[in-house]
């Protein structure tokens, strides 16, 4: 009986700690922009989902390409068959931690993260700078950054080349929940 | 003691099943993701394969317009005086998307005098990981004709005038590279044309195919088997060979065929002679289709939230 109990209490600990570490968003936008003076491309993406476990800061982003809505029907299609070929490589993802993380690196404020992100079969160490919301048990994530086009072996060809910028500004929110499997 | 022993143990395998690393997370994430499902994309590059209906409609709010030339030699052409090519036809049409499955054109052609239009729906789409393997697109084309040209006759009554022709189009995308379709195509014939021997109504079955060269130029080829006619006095199958090239909001479709119309009902019934290369039965042409996107706003649904 008393192992019994105990084995009960195991149980539901432990299911309420890994709740309470751990936190998901299933619906994070991520836009991002490339402005040049030939034309400007916007699309966004409604279905990013990420996690993070509040235990030891680290943060895990994945999306799919194909989820990408672009103002043009035609972009949409040329950015998945000729630029970052979804159907080879469908996912782009981030893994990474907070920088010196601490009990109060998810209070309001700024925070900056270490990882990597892995797009088009490349990966490549990058540096976010995030700012925190914290609204009790829902925790908001925003911030912005810049990926080169030429660091993932994306290619564009020169004809082209005026018509996507170089360097591609990405812009993202994220509004977790607790974390239920 | 011993309770304090378990409380210890409860707080480390608790805290032991907590603390994942970046990769398991991504691991869950993959678990989350997987299963979505999607359009295939870019089975053919246009809605026309080259001189065919293709399988691929645009994307609602779509309007296109089509620029198509052709150039030819006529046989034993004896006073040699023309630059390039003998003969010259231009095709100008415009084709709209109602919705992303309901696509609907209209075009002429100056060399034969046909006026063309075409209805498309897409009735199944192939998908990604999804239960649809295949795609298909039924087509209702209508030409009218308008003049006298190699093979055909103008009727006197103007209601004999309009052809139609109906399609079925199935295709599907093999891999990233390689595309096919298949099309039963029935044709009548408005009038008795006695290039066709008086025959009215033909059943063709049509293939096309579609090969990616690189990330912006396909190879694409179509042939159209026409039943119970004889082949060559009775006129030839289509065949074409081509290249879609896509810059940008533009397609251009290079092509070599053996067929001097742009029209359907004349390309499956009414082409003199058979593909080769010799004076007069080459025919080389360049499609360029400009591409407008209106309904961007609905589309694009991006809310700057900085």
């Not at chain 2, 246009?46 to 620029?67: D, I, M, P």
């Not at chain 2, 308008?146 to 093979?151: D, P, Q, S, V």
């Not at chain 2, 590279?177 to 009548?188: D, E, G, K, R, V």
């Not at chain 2, 006695?194 to 190879?219: A, C, E, I, M, T």
């Amino acid at each position: 009986m008393n192992k019994l109990v105990i084995l009960f209490f195991f149980l539901h600990f432990g299911a309420f700690c890994q709740t309470s570490n751990r936190i998901i968003t299933r619906q994070g936008q991520v836009s991002f922009f490339s402005y040049t003076s030939v034309e400007d491309i916007e699309a966004t993406n409604n279905q990013v989902h990420s996690i993070v476990d509040k235990s030891n800061g680290a943060i895990g982003v994945s999306m799919l390409l194909r989820a990408f809505i672009f103002k043009k029907s035609l972009m949409e299609e040329h950015f998945n068959e000729s630029y970052v070929e979804s159907d080879i490589y469908p996912k782009t993802n981030f893994s990474g931690k907070i920088v010196d993380f601490n009990a109060d690196s998810f209070n309001d404020g700024i925070v900056f993260l270490k990882g990597n992100l892995e797009l088009h079969g490349v990966q490549k160490e990058i540096d976010i700078k995030v700012k925190i919301e914290n609204l009790g048990s829902n925790l908001v994530l925003t911030g912005d950054f810049e990926v080169p086009v030429a660091d993932f072996n994306i290619k564009v060809p020169p004809l082209l080349a005026p018509n996507i910028a170089k360097v591609i500004q990405v812009m993202f929110r994220f509004e977790y929940e607790p974390y239920e499997e | 003691m011993k309770n304090k022993n378990n409380i210890l143990l409860i707080f480390t395998l608790c805290f032991g099943i907590v603390s994942v690393s970046a990769q398991d997370i991504l691991d869950i994430l993959d678990k989350e993701l997987s299963g979505q499902k999607f359009y295939t994309q870019a089975t053919f590059k246009a809605n026309r394969v080259l001189l065919g209906q293709s399988v691929e409609t645009r994307k609602k709010g779509v309007l296109e317009f089509v620029l198509g030339t052709r150039y030819w030699n006529i046989p034993n052409n004896e006073n040699g005086q023309s630059f390039a090519a003998d003969r010259f036809s231009a095709h100008f049409g415009a084709q709209y998307a109602f919705t992303d499955r309901f696509t609907f054109g209209a075009g002429i052609t100056t060399w034969d005098g046909i006026v063309n239009s075409f209805a498309k729906y897409r009735l199944l789409r192939q998908q990604d990981n999804g239960k649809s393997q295949l795609g298909i697109t039924l087509v209702q084309g209508t030409s009218y004709f308008t003049r006298n040209f190699l093979g055909f006759q103008l009727p006197n009554e103007s209601s004999n005038r309009l052809s139609f022709v109906s399609q079925a189009i199935i295709a599907r995308k093999f891999d990233r590279n390689l595309s096919l379709q298949i099309a039963p195509t029935y044709i009548h014939m408005g009038s008795e044309q006695p290039s066709l021997d008086g025959n009215q109504d033909f059943f063709s079955l049509g293939f096309g195919g579609r090969y990616k060269l690189s990330n912006h130029v396909s190879l694409v080829s179509e042939y159209y088997y026409t039943f119970g006619r004889e082949e060559g006095p009775e006129g030839f199958n289509l065949f074409s060979l081509g290249v879609n090239w896509e810059i940008s909001d533009v397609i251009l479709q290079f092509s070599m065929t053996n067929s001097k119309s742009f029209d359907d009902v004349a390309n499956y019934t009414l082409i003199p002679n058979n593909f080769n290369v010799n004076a007069g039965r080459l025919h080389i042409g360049v499609n360029a289709t400009y591409v407008l996107h209106f309904n961007q706003k609905k589309r694009a649904n991006i809310k700057s939230k900085k």
